[in-house]
């Protein structure tokens, strides 16, 4: 009787111990890929996690050979939870990833746009300016009249962008580069520089 009782608790505590060990191990996996920086240590994370459960699991084989294929079947199927898990999590950090990527990128080209309007803006709304540089309010110029349709194909693709999940990044940057093309051919039409000129010029 107590051999009976002796079997199942051993059992429990060899698959405890199993579990422990792939539990940490893929935890230390994930974290090694969390930080990012040192790939060659989640390997031996990995390597050395593995041959560690896996040496666990064959000497319980050994001890216990009377339980040897619940010890294995737990063992393999917590492996096997222990990699979903982890791939999982790197697959929803490089979502994330990819995300701030795409939001950086649409930042960064809103920051462009608005810096052209707002040089565009000084034109208009500054009194001395206009005055100095009519020709960059005269839509009857061609240069001004492109710069005008670059502004409003920029703000049509601007508001698609935003509404785009995926960013329609590709559109939307030509955009931005064709508009701050023709705000600099419109400048030099006018005889006007918005920023002054370096001593090599």
């Known amino acids: 009787m107590p051999g ?32 990012d920086k040192d790939r060659d ?33 737990a063992g393999m199927l917590g492996m096997g939870l222990a990699g979903g898990w982890v791939w999982r999590g790197e697959q929803e950090r490089a979502v994330r990833r990819r995300r701030q990527s795409v939001e950086e990128a649409r930042s960064a080209l809103r920051a462009r746009h608005e810096s052209v309007l707002q040089r565009w803006v000084s034109y208009e709304l500054d009194p001395a300016v206009a005055i100095d540089y009519p020709d960059m ?13 670059a502004m409003r194909t920029a703000a049509v693709l601007r ?8 960013g329609a990044a590709p559109a939307y940057e030509s955009a931005v580069s064709e508009l701050e093309t023709a705000f600099e051919k419109a400048e030099r039409a006018a005889g006007a520089r918005s920023t002054p000129p370096s001593r090599d010029s």
């Open 4 to 35: 009976l009782l002796a079997l199942p608790v051993q059992t429990a505590l060899a698959v405890a111990v199993i579990g422990a060990l792939i539990a940490l191990t893929a935890f230390a996996v994930s974290r090694g890929l969390l930080t």
């Open 159 to 166: 508001e698609q962008e935003d509404t785009d999940d995926d």
């Open 137 to 149: 309010t005269d839509v009857k110029r061609p240069e001004t009249a492109g710069l005008v349709r």
């Open 41 to 73: 240590g989640v390997f031996w994370y990995g390597f050395t996690g593995g041959f560690a459960c896996l040496s666990a699991m064959l000497g319980a084989m050994v001890l216990i050979p009377e339980t040897a294929a619940v010890t294995g079947l």
